[in-house]
């Protein structure tokens, strides 16, 4: 987007504090836990009295510029806190710390139909819709007609909504907030009603909005929509912002459920993988991705480089490492490499482990390694300790100019190299 | 309320709106003002639905006042005696009175629900005193209807109402306002103190008997000199300190030619109004800021 457009929305250091009560066992009930009838009620008294409140941050530290013209979807898994986020921006609830500063009108559609009366007719509840949108009188009727056009209610428009079909119900809805034209509208979830013919109608709208220079924040969990209207996307999870940026990249990470994994992480005391509880003689210390950047990503045509540190208790002249990689659906691992005199005496050694991965497609993976005793005959033996999952790393989409871009629903998760072709 | 901003740090000028913690929106009353379209639809639409829906429709608004004017007229005119003392029909008084009652009833019971259900408030952004301002017009239609039962009245009795009777019509929005602050003051309270729902209706009964609705001030002080001196001293105490005597009395004064306006009442009730309506808005205020999230 043009950094040169003036700022239609900024949401700095914005936080949004939930307090939770539960109710906290009382210390005195450890004394009443047998089953009698004091017991119980004890039980009950104690445990009414005593209620915690609790912190819930769902929201926390949101910094986002929003420009003019800018269409940004919003994405995240449930209680993200991306609803939160939308209540914030549209003035029905208030951040608990941080700032946002609104240029121009604003309008939020959290729901389609927000107000309508069962038992008032279309048109009274156009009205009626349209002020608790904040348009007036003249607005509305300036409008109606155009209401009226989209959402092709036609002649129902004067029986009360509570006879109307659901699709009718959610069309006329979006049509009151549609025609809003406000600078800023805020929309969550809404395009995922209605028929095939609506939903196309209400995008094509959408994007008429976007390119009349309207600044739109579009939640949604329809992938397709975000990337058919957004020029921007923000991931959202556990209330702080993941990542924001290209849409596809947004995606990507929303649906690999994959998380933000450091790029390099002390794993002494983390848990070993599959159960694997690791043996006395061998631990993996720490782990760290060289030559990528601040977000995990290998540069374009790079190999994966990662160093990762073990001390060993015993001396091991002959191990075997293996990386094995984990993302997108699929475990990828790279044959066992012999290291011949690894750990020559107690103590602790550092290697690098260098892995072609052209053939990943791009996204997330995360990382681990594992160290096998190597057999008499120089073969991988017994694993003596294993890390997965404490640092992860991004494969960037290649350059695709000339390319069809790689299509992983149809193309599955690995690329092969390029095939050789030969006339026969 | 406007607060200082940070100076100008963007090019195309101040933001239309800043979101803060603990924000004192300072446009809350311009956004009050813009949303008056939407107090009166909410009204139409509460008056639509009311009458769409039951069976008799308008039919309930006659019948209310009516009922509610036999059973004050036999309590306070048969059984209590304060009949006989006036030219003008005793009904007609009683149905003045309560009139003038309702209001402030209204008020309090708008007062004390508005803050009761959510609704649209988790749903889209607009000055929540809407609400309660939508509750009272919708109810203007009611008093309309009781004003209609009352020119009936006025044509069956025969009674000519004096021409300052137009002043009844303004005369009618000083009890709401003063009930609709006593009504946020207990709503937002109530919140915390569920028992002050129970309580609040017995308080407004207990008033209707406490002020001059049913009876005049003279019939009051006949009836407690006859219990004795130490209660009617007591009444005289409680009526200097009631907030709603004055306007009851305006009110009633307004329109019956056998009731006195009362200056000093009146003026008792006006110092009553401001601080509760103050007290009323600020806890309102403070209410509506949290209640989302509580809901």
Known sequence: MDDAAPYALRVEGVSKKYIIKTELKHPKLKEYEDRSVYGRMAQKFYGKLRTQKKDFWALQDINIDIRKGECVGIIGKNGAGKSTLLKLLSRITEPTAGRISVWGSLAAMLEVGTGFNAELTGRENVYLNGAILGMNRAQVDERFQEILDFSEIGQFIDTPVKRYSSGMYVRLGFAVAATLNPDIMIIDEVLAVGDAAFRKKCEDRMERITNQGNTVLLVSHAMANIRRLCSRCIVLEHGRIIFDGNPEEAIRIYEGESKVLPVRADVSGASRWGGLKGTAEIRVKSFELLGADDKNAIPIGEKLRVKFSAESQVPLPDVCFQLQIWGQGITASAPTAAVRNAFPTAGEYSYTLTQEVESLRPGWYELGVVIHKTTQDGKPGTVIDGVRGAVGFRILETDTAGKVPFRPKEWGVVTLPAAVVDKY | ?295
């Open chain 2, 1 to 295: 309320m406007a607060k200082s901003k940070a100076p100008e740090q963007y090019p195309q000028g101040r933001p239309t709106v800043v979101i803060e913690a603990n924000g004192r929106n300072g446009q809350y009353w311009k956004d009050l003002w813009n949303y008056r379209g939407l107090a009166f639809l909410m009204a139409r639409r509460d008056v639509t639905v009311r009458y769409k829906q039951t069976i008799i429709g308008f039919g309930w608004a006659i019948i209310t006042p009516i009922f509610n004017m036999i059973i004050m007229s036999l309590i306070f005119g048969t059984f209590a005696g304060f009949r006989e003392t006036s030219e003008i029909p005793y009904n007609i008084s009683v149905f003045v009175g309560a009139l003038g009652w309702g209001m402030f009833v209204r008020g309090v019971n708008t007062g004390a629900g508005a803050l009761a259900g959510a609704g649209l408030a988790g749903k889209v952004y607009f000055p929540r005193l809407i609400n309660p301002i939508s509750s009272v017009l919708s109810s203007l239609i009611d008093t309309a209807i009781s004003y209609l039962v009352l020119g009936l009245m006025f044509v069956g009795y025969g009674y000519v109402p004096p021409l300052r009777m137009l002043l009844s019509f303004p005369l009618l929005l000083p009890p709401v306002i003063l009930g609709l602050g006593a009504g946020f003051v207990i709503g937002s309270y109530s919140i915390k103190w569920r028992d002050l729902r129970s309580i609040y209706p017995f308080a407004l009964t207990l008033g209707q008997y406490v002020t001059p609705v049913a009876y005049s001030a003279e019939n009051a002080a006949n009836v407690m000199q006859k219990v004795g001196e130490g209660t009617l001293s007591l009444y005289q105490m409680f009526s200097l300190v009631n907030p709603m005597t004055g306007y009851e009395l305006a009110y009633k004064w307004s329109i019956l030619t056998d009731v006195q306006f009362d200056v000093r009442a009146f003026l008792v009730s006006v110092a009553w109004t401001v601080p509760v309506l103050w007290w009323g808005i600020v806890r309102f205020r403070k209410a509506e800021r949290d209640f989302v999230d509580i809901v």
